[in-house]
C-alpha cells in the first residue's frame, strides 16, 4: 500500500476477502471483490453492500445553520421538513462546483453535509472560509463516521431482517436518527447506484459489526468498480469526470439543482449570467455503433475537428451498449447529432442521446 | 502462478508469441489476462496493417480499463482472431490458444531480443 493512504475502519475486512485494493481520494479502497460485472449485477437484481466510510461529514449547527447552508449551496434548503434531503453543489464565485453534497436537514439550526472523499480537507477549508460572520458552529466529523451503502431491490427486507433497524417507512431522499447499541446512527433512503437503497452512518465499532452482521448474511460486498458503472447508466455525475472547479452544474446539466430565485449564494451571478446567455457546452450521452468502448479522456470529433471530450465511458452492463458521458461544444450538443469518438488510431460513428442510459429503480 | 508455454517467446508487456517459418503467432499471457479480469472487448488491427515491434497495435478491455497491446515482431497482419469480436473472454478462457492475431514477420531475428519461458517467468515473479 502506498505511504499516504487512509484507511477506512473496514480496509482488514476488504484484505481478508481479497478485494482488488487500490487509491482513491486519498483513502485505500476496495475496487472488486468478486468482479465488477458480478457486483453490478447484484445490486441491480438483488442486494449488494458498499464500505463508503471514505465519504467526509460535516455539521452545521447555529442560528444561522439555515442561513449559512443556502449560502454556500447552490439548491434551496429553507422550509424543509426535519429528515429531509437535498442533493446539491456548493460553487465558487464563477459558479465552477467547489463539491458536489448531500445536505440532510436535522432542525433549523442544525444541517449534516455529506461530502466527497477527495475534496474534503478542500470542502471543510472552504466551508470554514466562508463561514465568517455567520452565527454557525462547524464540526468536521469525518474522522469519527464509518458509513455502508446497502443498496439493491432487496435492500430494505435487508436491512429490517439483516440489520434489524427498521426503515420500510423511511421515505425515498430522506432520513432518520436511530438510537441503537448506545449510540446514534444516521439512516437515510439514498444511495449512488440508480436502485432502491440505504446509506447507515455510525461509529467505526458499529460500522464493523454492521458489515460483519451483512456478511454472515452473504450479502455481496461490492467495491469502487461497480459503484462506478452503476451511478454511470443511470446518468448520475462523478466529480472529477462531469463536474469541477471548472464544470458549473449548469454545464453538466443539473440546473435543476441550481435554485436562482434564492436570494444569494455563492456563485449565483455567475451562475444566473450563464443561464441567461445560455451554456457554451454541455454533459451529455453518446452512444457508439458498435462494440468499440469509449472512455474518459477519448476526444470527439466532426469531420476530424475535435468538439467535445468523453468524461465517463462504458460498455454498459445492464444495456450492453457502448455508451458515454461527454462535454461537447455547443450546438453539437443537440439530441441525435451525429458525432465521431477517435478511440486509440480510428474514428467510430456515435450520436447524441439523454445520459440517462438505464432507469431508475427508486421507491418513491 | 501464472502458466508459461516453454515453447513460446514473450515480451516484457506480457505478449506471447509463436514463430514457425516466418509467420508469427501472438496472444497475451495467462499472466496478462488475470491481471485484466473478465475481457469485454479486443480492438484488433486489420489484416494488411503494418505493426512494429514495441509499437502498439490495439488493444484488450475489461469493464475498467482499456490496456495497450503491443506488438513483440514487425511484419505484415495476415489474420486476426474473428472469434474474439463475438467472445472475447476466449482469450480469459484460454490466452494461449486464442490467439489475437498472426504476422508475416519481416526480420526474424527480432524474436531474438524477446524474452525465453524462464526470463519471462522471472519477470511475473517481480
Same mark, same amino acid.
Given at each position: 500500500?502506498?505511504?499516504?493512504?487512509?484507511?477506512?475502519?473496514?480496509? *482488514?475486512?476488504?484484505?481478508?476477502?481479497?478485494?482488488?485494493?487500490?487509491?482513491?481520494?486519498?483513502?485505500?479502497?476496495?475496487?472488486?471483490?468478486?468482479?465488477?460485472?458480478?457486483?453490478?449485477?447484484?445490486v441491480r437484481h438483488e442486494v449488494g453492500?458498499?464500505?463508503?466510510?471514505?465519504?467526509?461529514?460535516?455539521?452545521?449547527?447555529? +442560528?444561522?445553520?439555515?442561513?449559512?447552508?443556502?449560502?454556500?449551496?447552490?439548491?434551496?434548503?429553507?422550509?424543509?421538513?426535519?429528515?429531509?434531503?437535498?442533493?446539491?453543489?456548493?460553487?465558487?464565485?464563477?459558479?465552477?462546483?467547489?463539491?458536489?453534497?448531500?445536505?440532510?436537514?436535522?432542525?433549523?439550526?442544525?444541517?449534516?453535509?455529506?461530502?466527497?472523499?477527495?475534496?474534503?480537507?478542500?470542502?471543510?477549508?472552504?466551508?470554514?472560509?466562508? %463561514?465568517?460572520?455567520?452565527?454557525?458552529?462547524?464540526?468536521?466529523? %469525518?474522522?469519527?463516521?464509518?458509513?455502508? +451503502?446497502?443498496q439493491g431491490p432487496k435492500a430494505?427486507?435487508?436491512?429490517?431482517?439483516?440489520?434489524?433497524?427498521?426503515?420500510?417507512?423511511?421515505?425515498? $431522499?430522506?432520513?432518520?436518527?436511530?438510537?441503537?447499541?448506545?449510540?446514534?446512527?444516521?439512516?437515510?433512503?439514498?444511495g449512488y447506484t440508480g436502485e432502491d437503497g440505504?446509506?447507515? $452512518?455510525?461509529?467505526? *465499532?458499529?460500522?464493523?459489526?454492521?458489515?460483519?452482521?451483512?456478511?454472515?448474511?452473504?450479502?455481496?460486498?461490492?467495491?469502487?468498480?461497480?459503484?462506478?458503472?452503476l451511478?454511470?447508466?443511470v446518468?448520475?455525475?462523478? $466529480?472529477?469526470?462531469?463536474? %469541477?472547479?471548472?464544470?458549473?452544474?449548469?454545464?453538466?446539466?443539473?440546473?435543476?439543482?441550481?435554485?436562482?430565485?434564492?436570494?444569494?449564494?455563492?456563485?449565483?451571478?455567475?451562475?444566473?449570467?450563464?443561464?441567461?446567455?445560455?451554456?457554451?457546452?454541455? &454533459?451529455?450521452?453518446?452512444?457508439?455503433?458498435?462494440?468499440?468502448?469509449?472512455?474518459?479522456?477519448?476526444?470527439?470529433?466532426?469531420?476530424?475537428?475535435?468538439?467535445?471530450?468523453?468524461?465517463?465511458?462504458?460498455? %454498459? &452492463?445492464?444495456?450492453?451498449?457502448?455508451?458515454?458521458?461527454?462535454?461537447?461544444?455547443?450546438? $453539437?450538443?443537440?439530441?441525435?447529432?451525429?458525432?465521431?469518438?477517435? &478511440?486509440?488510431?480510428?474514428?467510430?460513428? +456515435?450520436?447524441?442521446?439523454?445520459?440517462?442510459?438505464? *432507469?431508475k429503480n427508486y421507491k418513491? | 502462478?501464472?502458466?508459461?508455454?516453454?515453447?513460446?517467446?514473450?515480451?516484457?508487456?506480457?505478449?506471447?508469441?509463436?514463430?514457425?517459418?516466418?509467420?508469427?503467432?501472438?496472444? =497475451?499471457?495467462?499472466?496478462?489476462?488475470?491481471?485484466?479480469?473478465?475481457?469485454?472487448?479486443?480492438?484488433?488491427?486489420?489484416?494488411?496493417?503494418?505493426?512494429?515491434?514495441?509499437?502498439?497495435?490495439?488493444?484488450?478491455?475489461?469493464?475498467?480499463?482499456?490496456?495497450?497491446? =503491443?506488438?513483440?515482431?514487425?511484419?505484415?497482419?495476415?489474420? =486476426?482472431?474473428?472469434?474474439?469480436?463475438?467472445?472475447?473472454?476466449?482469450?480469459?478462457?484460454?490466452?494461449?490458444?486464442?490467439?489475437?492475431?498472426?504476422?508475416?514477420?519481416?526480420?526474424?531475428?527480432?524474436?531474438?531480443?524477446?524474452?525465453?519461458?524462464?526470463?519471462?517467468?522471472?519477470?511475473?515473479?517481480?
Amino acid at each position: 500500500m502506498e505511504e499516504n493512504l487512509t484507511k477506512t475502519c473496514l480496509h *482488514d475486512r476488504h484484505v481478508a476477502l481479497g478485494a482488488l485494493m487500490s487509491p482513491f481520494g486519498g483513502f485505500d479502497m476496495p475496487i472488486q471483490y468478486k468482479g465488477i460485472t458480478e457486483e453490478h449485477n447484484a445490486v441491480r437484481h438483488e442486494v449488494g453492500v458498499f464500505d463508503v466510510s471514505h465519504m467526509g461529514e460535516v455539521r452545521v449547527k447555529g +442560528a444561522d445553520a439555515c442561513k449559512f447552508v443556502n449560502h454556500i449551496f447552490v439548491n434551496d434548503v429553507t422550509g424543509a421538513p426535519d429528515g429531509q434531503i437535498f442533493y446539491g453543489m456548493m460553487c465558487n464565485e464563477k459558479g465552477g462546483t467547489v463539491d458536489d453534497l448531500l445536505v440532510y436537514k436535522v432542525s433549523d439550526d442544525e444541517y449534516f453535509l455529506v461530502i466527497n472523499a477527495s475534496n474534503i480537507a478542500k470542502d471543510v477549508d472552504w466551508i470554514l472560509k466562508n %463561514s465568517e460572520g455567520f452565527d454557525v458552529e462547524i464540526i468536521d466529523q %469525518s474522522p469519527y463516521y464509518g458509513e455502508v +451503502a446497502i443498496q439493491g431491490p432487496k435492500a430494505e427486507e435487508t436491512v429490517e431482517q439483516v440489520l434489524n433497524i427498521p426503515v420500510k417507512d423511511i421515505p425515498f $431522499y430522506n432520513f432518520k436518527t436511530i438510537h441503537i447499541d448506545g449510540e446514534d446512527i444516521i439512516v437515510s433512503r439514498t444511495g449512488y447506484t440508480g436502485e432502491d437503497g440505504f446509506e447507515v $452512518y455510525g461509529s467505526h *465499532d458499529f460500522t464493523r459489526k454492521t458489515w460483519d452482521k451483512l456478511m454472515d448474511a452473504s450479502v455481496q460486498p461490492c467495491g469502487l468498480g461497480c459503484r462506478d458503472t452503476l451511478r454511470f447508466e443511470v446518468g448520475l455525475p462523478l $466529480y472529477g469526470d462531469e463536474l %469541477s472547479e471548472d464544470i458549473t452544474p449548469i454545464e453538466a446539466s443539473l440546473s435543476m439543482f441550481v435554485k436562482l430565485d434564492k436570494p444569494e449564494f455563492i456563485g449565483k451571478e455567475a451562475l444566473a449570467t450563464q443561464k441567461a446567455d445560455g451554456v457554451k457546452r454541455r &454533459i451529455v450521452g453518446i452512444e457508439l455503433e458498435g462494440n468499440a468502448i469509449p472512455r474518459h479522456g477519448y476526444p470527439v470529433e466532426i469531420d476530424g475537428k475535435q468538439i467535445g471530450e468523453i468524461t465517463t465511458g462504458y460498455r %454498459s &452492463i445492464s444495456t450492453g451498449k457502448s455508451v458515454a458521458m461527454a462535454m461537447i461544444e455547443k450546438p $453539437y450538443d443537440k439530441l441525435g447529432t451525429n458525432v465521431e469518438v477517435r &478511440i486509440r488510431k480510428k474514428t467510430f460513428p +456515435a450520436k447524441v442521446i439523454k445520459k440517462r442510459f438505464y *432507469d431508475k429503480n427508486y421507491k418513491k | 502462478m501464472s502458466k508459461i508455454l516453454e515453447d513460446l517467446r514473450y515480451a516484457d508487456s506480457h505478449e506471447w508469441v509463436k514463430l514457425e517459418g516466418d509467420i508469427a503467432t501472438i496472444g =497475451i499471457s495467462d499472466y496478462a489476462q488475470h491481471a485484466l479480469g473478465n475481457i469485454v472487448y479486443v480492438d484488433m488491427p486489420e489484416v494488411g496493417d503494418e505493426v512494429s515491434q514495441g509499437e502498439d497495435f490495439g488493444a484488450v478491455e475489461s469493464v475498467k480499463a482499456a490496456s495497450d497491446l =503491443i506488438s513483440p515482431v514487425s511484419g505484415e497482419v495476415i489474420e =486476426i482472431n474473428e472469434a474474439l469480436e463475438d467472445e472475447p473472454e476466449l482469450v480469459n478462457q484460454d490466452p494461449y490458444s486464442n490467439w489475437i492475431m498472426k504476422v508475416k514477420v519481416s526480420d526474424a531475428s527480432e524474436i531474438d531480443s524477446l524474452l525465453d519461458a524462464a526470463a519471462y517467468a522471472k519477470i511475473c515473479e517481480e
